[in-house]
């Protein structure tokens, strides 16, 4: 998404997660991946642990409350959107007033 998905205006996304124990590789390489500055067309990184949570639900509720842009778009650990879909779901959301969509412009089964 951050090198190879097209944005219709700034991009910052943010990894949400949640575990019951520390990940010292990953949570180092994650930290990396936030700290640099070498994304395309100013693109921000952000990850965020949310040592409270144990749902989906609580880690999205945590991301809200961080991002600061009026559009939010939420993809799954599981979702591989296409180089175009972001600016057709933006597209979309324009012209129907929608806030808040979950999930990729059209799926495919990976």
Partial sequence: IMREV????????????NTPK???EIEA???????SDNWPEGRRFRVM??????????NLNAALR?????YVVIYD?????DRDSLLLLWEKMLRTGVDCVQGSYYMRNM
Avoid: M, T
């Fill in 49 to 58: 642990r949310v040592h409270e949570s144990k749902s989906k639900a609580a």
């Fill in 77 to 81: 650990a599981d979702h591989h959107p």
């Fill in 66 to 70: 961080a991002v600061q842009d009026p």
């Fill in 6 to 17: 097209e944005a219709p205006g700034p991009l910052e996304v943010f990894v949400v997660y």
């Fill in 29 to 35: 390489r994650l930290k990396e991946l936030e700290l």
């Fill in 22 to 24: 520390d990940l010292p």
